[in-house]
């Protein structure tokens, strides 16, 4: 567009399409719970077939071979944050979204989603810059109700 002024307006979206589904999480933590059943049970079966043969680490006996060890420990600590996940997915449920949390008021809740924007507008134009190009990004900002909205997102950095 250069030499042109070109107004990119911040995305807007509702606040769930940034978030993963309540019912996508529950799934993935039910797999993770699975998971660490027969993490530890792999756990179980490598230690007790260490006692028999008395060596060291697993081994593939002639028979049966032992699966790569999945650490029940890592498995638990990923089951924990996915939870803590589904916990503030279901704080900020909306009811409508499409008339909720959108606009300014989004991102003075979460300033790094337009922390973001602002970056890629701006490290975009600096590109155009060092290429030769005249650039005039101008930034709108979504759904202002009042100065004070526009104010804070002003000092975003």
């Known amino acids: 567009m250069s030499p042109r002024k070109v107004t990119i307006r911040l995305l807007d979206p509702p606040i769930h399409e940034f978030l993963p589904s309540e019912p996508q999480l529950q799934k993935e933590i039910e797999q993770l719970q699975y998971l660490h059943e027969m993490a530890a049970g792999a756990s179980v079966l490598c230690n007790t077939m260490n006692l028999l043969e008395s060596g060291e680490g697993c081994r593939v006996t002639d028979k049966v071979p032992l699966p790569t060890m999945v650490n029940p420990d890592l498995v638990e600590e990923v089951i924990i944050k996915k939870q803590s996940m ?58 202002v109700s009042t100065v004070q909205e526009l104010k804070f997102i002003k000092n975003v950095q």
């Open 86 to 143: 589904l916990k503030k997915v279901r704080v900020l449920y909306e009811t409508n979204p499409m008339l909720g949390h959108r606009g300014v008021r989004l991102g003075i809740t979460f300033p790094e989603i337009y922390s973001m924007q602002i970056r890629a507008i701006l490290e975009a134009a600096t590109e155009c810059v060092a290429k030769g190009m005249e650039v005039y990004p101008q930034i709108m900002i979504p759904q």
